[in-house]
């Protein structure tokens, strides 16, 4: 079993920086792909970034390419997504996922799913 709780985020300016950590428990959590998405206020949610369960590899949705990057630390049970150059269109309620298959996370169909956290950015 693994539960995983997004933290990090907040209101921060356009252009600006934020970093979002998923603290996971349970001991298998260097087997599952690790993945972000976002969701905002009247929208689908969308993908956003995902990490294999040994960090080598990584993915990215074209919106946040050069902008964001996803790394995780296995000995601490924690996957980062750190976001800069903030737009205001990156505000959204932002969703930390888990799953066996790298094919799973990334298209939305993971086990696991955090709470979320807001992350606003102004213009």
């Known amino acids: 079993q693994v539960q995983v709780v997004e933290s990090g985020g907040g209101l921060v300016q356009a252009g600006g920086s934020l970093r979002l950590s998923c603290a996971a428990s349970?001991?298998?959590?260097?087997?599952?792909?690790m993945a972000w998405f976002r969701q905002a206020p009247g929208k689908a949610r969308d993908f956003v970034a995902a990490?294999?369960?040994?960090?080598?590899?990584?993915y990215y949705a074209d919106s946040v390419k050069g902008r964001f990057t996803i790394s995780r630390d296995n000995t601490k049970n924690t996957v980062y997504l750190q976001m800069n150059s903030l737009k205001p269109e990156d505000t959204a309620v932002y969703y930390c996922?888990?799953?066996?298959?790298?094919?799973?996370?990334?298209?939305?169909?993971?086990?696991?799913w955090g709470q979320g956290t807001q992350v606003t950015v102004s213009s």
């Open positions: 349970g001991r298998t959590f260097s087997s599952y792909a």
């Open positions: 996922a888990a799953d066996p298959r790298v094919s799973e996370v990334t298209t939305g169909r993971g086990d696991y």
């Open positions: 990490i294999s369960w040994g960090g080598v590899n990584t």
